[in-house]
């Protein structure tokens, strides 16, 4: 009788070795699969070197730009190429309230990575949360370098944002016609302002 039920213990005991072992191996499946999987879509959202190099040689010669778009894309924008900026502030100069511009307290505990040099009037807040801002090529060449950095990184929901967001500045680059002569068009607005498709609504 003893024997019996310590065979029966035994063949228990291996049955749920057995499944814990098979249940590892699924999860190192899926953890493979999750890995090659999240390698592919960082490749895909990855700012290929001379896509970058094309881009960048154009912007460098951009005067400046009025970019509009929602403060919050501005913000992710900002934060990634300066290191530092809040959605209410319309200027980067020292301001002695926390609203404007970063207050002593700010600049002081979190400096700007590279300074964006946006002064007054440079940041217009616009209706529905939208805003204009006057970019120098200067921070336009700077803006496509993080993100792009930022379209290989870990994170896929920031590679993502990171590689769409260089796509819409790399469109205004390719506008840029460096024969042209200078200064026809110093300023031009350009919008990140995607739009989804209304049913019904006429192509």
Same mark, same amino acid.
């Given at each position: ?6 065979k029966?213990?035994?063949a228990?005991?291996?049955l ?18 999750d ?8 490749q895909?959202?990855?700012? #290929? ?9 154009l912007a460098? @010669?951009?005067?400046y730009?009025? %970019? =509009? ?9 900002a934060?990634?190429a300066?290191?530092?900026w ?15 511009g970063?207050n002593t307290?700010s600049v002081y ?6 300074y ?18 006057n970019?120098? #090529?200067h921070?336009?060449t700077?803006?496509?370098?993080t993100?792009?950095t @930022?379209?290989?990184?870990?994170? %896929? =929901?920031?590679?993502?944002r ?5 796509s ?10 460096p024969?042209?002569?200078p200064?026809?068009t110093?300023?031009?607005?350009f ?5 989804v ?6 192509a």
């Amino acid at each position: 009788m003893f024997r019996t039920l310590l065979k029966q213990y035994e063949a228990n005991q291996q049955l749920k070795r057995d499944i814990a072992r098979e249940q590892w191996e699924v999860e190192k499946r899926f953890r493979e699969d999750d890995r090659e999987a999240q390698q592919a879509v960082l490749q895909a959202n990855t700012v #290929g070197l001379d896509e970058h190099n094309t881009t960048m040689k154009l912007a460098a @010669g951009v005067s400046y730009l009025t %970019l =509009v778009c929602h403060e919050d894309t501005w913000t992710f924008v900002a934060r990634c190429a300066f290191g530092h900026w809040k959605a209410t502030w319309t200027k980067c100069t020292h301001d002695p309230s926390d609203y404007r511009g970063p207050n002593t307290a700010s600049v002081y505990s979190v400096k700007f990575t590279v300074y964006p040099n946006l002064r007054e009037g440079s940041v217009q807040k616009l209706q529905d949360g939208m805003q204009s801002v006057n970019l120098s #090529g200067h921070n336009l060449t700077r803006i496509l370098d993080t993100l792009r950095t @930022g379209s290989a990184g870990p994170d %896929l =929901v920031d590679s993502a944002r990171c590689r769409t967001l260089y796509s819409k500045f790399a469109q205004f680059a390719s506008t840029v016609d460096p024969d042209a002569l200078p200064g026809q068009t110093t300023g031009i607005e350009f919008r990140i302002d995607d739009s989804v498709i209304v049913a019904g609504t006429p192509a």
